[in-house]
């Protein structure tokens, strides 16, 4: 008999847990595969655009994640028009994959102070970027990174949706609803 490695994916509200757990983990630990989550957002123009980010938080009190980005990267434009997103991990040694639909909310400058004063000096770089991110440059390395402070955004995420895919012995598949307070439903797989 086989026994399946991952019980707490049978029940809902541990399933739920997990996810969370994984998420959190995720922004502690820079080998966890939440490090490093998809965000999926549409552009003004209708097109879904995804593409790696950090995650920078996770409070499943809350139901809120966080990722930092630059104020003038293209996805910005996105979300200025159409402020959801979708954040996707899929967490191999858990069989797990992790779909978050998200209502985001975009903080700058005084709400972003505190955050950015935390930042070490390295990764502040990160934002700032001359010409702004997806500015046509004459040759590779033709851009300067200075630290900007009003270039840094919070995305602050806060999830509506949560749709968990298990892919054990058996496959199971729910989904969770701040509407239902994240009690959740089975679907079919
Ligand atoms: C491992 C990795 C981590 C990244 N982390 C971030 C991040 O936290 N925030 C961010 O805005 N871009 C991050 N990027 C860069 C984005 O994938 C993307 O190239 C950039 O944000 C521009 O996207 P946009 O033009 O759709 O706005 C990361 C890329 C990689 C490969």
Redesign the pocket.
Known sequence: MTTDPHPWAANLAELHDQAWLRLVRGVADRRAPA??PT?A?VSPHGWP????????AADPAAGVVE????AL????A?LDMVPRAALHVWEASAHLQIRLQVQVAILTGAEAEATWNALPQQTRH?YGTRPA??QPIPEALAYAKPADPSRFAI?RCEVQRMDLLHLGPDHRRARFDREDVWAGCWLAP
């Open positions: 490090r490093y965000l957002t655009e995804s593409r790696t980010v950090v995650l920078r990722v930092h980005t630059d990267s293209d996805k910005m996105g990160s991110p997806g995305l």
